[in-house]
């Protein structure tokens, strides 16, 4: 006895799965990874079978079809969700990446239907409307991990995101130098002396004497100022967890060795005391999370986070930069300062382990950086001046140019 076969309207053999519905389009109905029972649809035969064909090549390799028709914009939502538990400056910093490439298309094309080529497209598309090179890095990096985390879910295969951008795009990021002597000296003498710039003197002089990040800096109290031992005791720093608001909360330092003695000079102690005898006085202290005492206050009585010190050393850059308009200093930086406190204790031949310590670096491999850096130059530096040098350049084979 023979089994009649189903049949569309047009007289064509379904296979197992395949119906045809009252409106005329197709339905397939299959198994996914998971067992579930899924089902998806199509206008015309072809269509269904087309996508048939992807359902099985996904299910050979494990993957998750249906959750593969999502969109970008949508899978970085989901990761987003995922880390909640950051930092509170770190995740307002991912929102503030994922909202900003939520309107681009390929944020709206489905995740397994992204192609290298369309990220390449991306890339340059973010190049030739002017974004920094950082700008677009972190816009990758978001996309690349939230694609991780898909793959790791068995949603998609491959990470098109995985791809150099050496040969699309030229690295122009400033890499970070410290300030040599001369430059400090010039300009401390402009912080001295400029009528806007005085008032960001004393976070100058602390900050190029103790290395601090300049969120332990914004969460500095009275009490952490040892003046016995002449050290500040680094336990917490301030975090801005929403400037337009002046919302604000102490946390733990950046790293877990961030907790640290930090020696201080006289410059250093004297520079703190003028920032307690110059503060602003208010009936009531702020408080943040149990502490008070803090010695950076703004005008409006409220603790100074991070962003407002970057703003006021780039407006003072600009001033300077009117001053000295041929100058090889091409910034004022809070973190540049912490760079050269590092940069300085190699000079003076500190060891390594010492500085990691009072750097508060969690990792060596952060510190050497700076130091293989710092040395190269020092020894490049003293090869040069030895008198011996220019002979021994002399004697070396001369380039044929017959």
Request: positive net charge; contains cysteine; proline residues 3%.
């Amino acid at each position: 006895m023979s089994v009649q076969r189903r049949k569309d309207n047009k007289g064509r053999v379904l296979k197992t799965g395949e119906s045809q519905r009252k409106d005329g389009s197709y339905m397939y109905r299959y198994s996914d990874i998971y067992g579930a029972r899924q089902c998806i649809y199509a206008s015309d035969l072809k269509e269904l079978r087309d996508k048939e064909i992807e359902i099985r090549k996904a299910l050979d390799c494990h993957i998750d079809y249906h959750a593969g028709k999502i969109t970008l914009n949508e899978l970085i939502s989901k990761y987003m969700e995922t880390k909640k538990n950051l930092r509170p400056k770190s995740f307002r910093t991912l929102k503030n990446t994922a909202k900003s490439i939520e309107k681009h298309p390929i944020c709206n094309m489905k995740i397994d239907s992204i192609r290298v080529s369309d990220v390449k497209d991306w890339i340059v598309a973010m190049n030739e409307k002017g974004y920094a090179y950082s700008t677009i890095q972190n816009k990758l990096a978001l996309a690349k991990v939230a694609m991780n985390m898909a793959i790791q879910d068995c949603i998609v295969l491959r990470n098109p995101f995985n791809v150099k951008r050496a040969s699309l795009i030229v690295k122009d990021t400033e890499e970070i130098t410290a300030y040599t002597n001369e430059e400090i000296e010039l300009l401390l003498d402009f912080f001295k002396h400029d009528k806007y710039a005085r008032r960001y003197l004393n976070v100058f002089i602390i900050l190029l004497g103790t290395g601090l990040r300049i969120s332990e800096l914004c969460g500095l109290t009275a009490n952490d100022i040892d003046v016995d031992n002449m050290c500040i005791h680094v336990t917490h720093q301030m975090i801005d967890k929403d400037m337009s608001v002046k919302d604000y909360c102490i946390g733990a330092p950046k790293t877990s060795s961030g907790v640290r003695d930090v020696p201080i000079s006289d410059d250093v102690y004297k520079a703190l005391q003028d920032a307690v005898r110059t503060r602003p006085l208010f009936i009531r202290e702020p408080i943040v999370d149990g502490y008070s005492g803090f010695i950076f206050l703004t005008t409006q009585g409220n603790p100074c986070a991070a962003q407002r010190f970057d703003r006021g050393f780039k407006s003072a850059y600009k001033r300077f930069k009117n001053i000295y308009p041929q100058t090889t200093i091409t910034n004022i930086r809070p973190h540049r300062l912490r760079h050269t406190y590092c940069t300085n204790l190699v000079q003076k031949g500190v060891d390594l382990k010492t500085i990691q310590y009072l750097m508060g670096h969690a990792s060596i491999e952060t510190t050497l950086k700076i130091y293989t850096h710092t040395n190269k130059e020092i020894v490049n530096a003293q090869i040069s001046r030895l008198p011996e040098f220019n002979n021994y350049k002399n004697c070396l084979p001369q380039k044929n140019t017959a």
